[in-house]
């Protein structure tokens, strides 16, 4: 009962940025987290960056100080701001929700969204 559309991908040289979004609608009582994830090709799925209910945000190591998570005061849109990209950033970028409570309730994931990033 919950969508998530993603959108901001795009290509950009290295040192540039981007802003990805990511739009729930639906069926949504209660937000736990929201999440960025991240696969290039021929690697595993990686979780980027998180940011809980309180508000606290956690970033994996290589993108820390360079990546930004955070929401609308709705919580009902989480964004992700990219800056001094690097080529090894080019994946295609998940957005992901956990709805705590409700009918509702469990993992929900956008559909995806291509970044990628040229020396």
């Known amino acids: 009962q919950v969508q998530l559309v993603e959108s901001g991908g795009g290509l950009v040289q290295a040192g540039g940025s981007l802003r990805l979004s990511c739009a729930a609608s639906?069926?949504?009582?209660?937000?736990?987290?929201m999440y960025w994830y991240r696969q290039a090709p021929g690697k595993q799925r990686e979780l980027v960056a998180t940011?809980?209910?309180?508000?606290?945000?956690n970033y994996v190591d290589s993108v820390k100080g360079r990546f930004t998570i955070f929401r609308d005061s709705a919580k009902s849109t989480v964004y992700l701001q990219m800056n001094s990209l690097k080529p090894e950033d080019t994946a295609v970028y998940y957005c992901?929700?956990?709805?705590?409570?409700?009918?509702?309730?469990?993992?929900?994931w956008g559909q995806g969204t291509q970044v990628t990033v040229s020396s």
């Open positions: 992901a929700v956990d709805v705590a409570v409700g009918p509702s309730a469990g993992d929900y």
């Open positions: 639906g069926s949504i009582f209660s937000i736990n987290a």
């Open positions: 940011i809980a209910d309180s508000g606290r945000t």
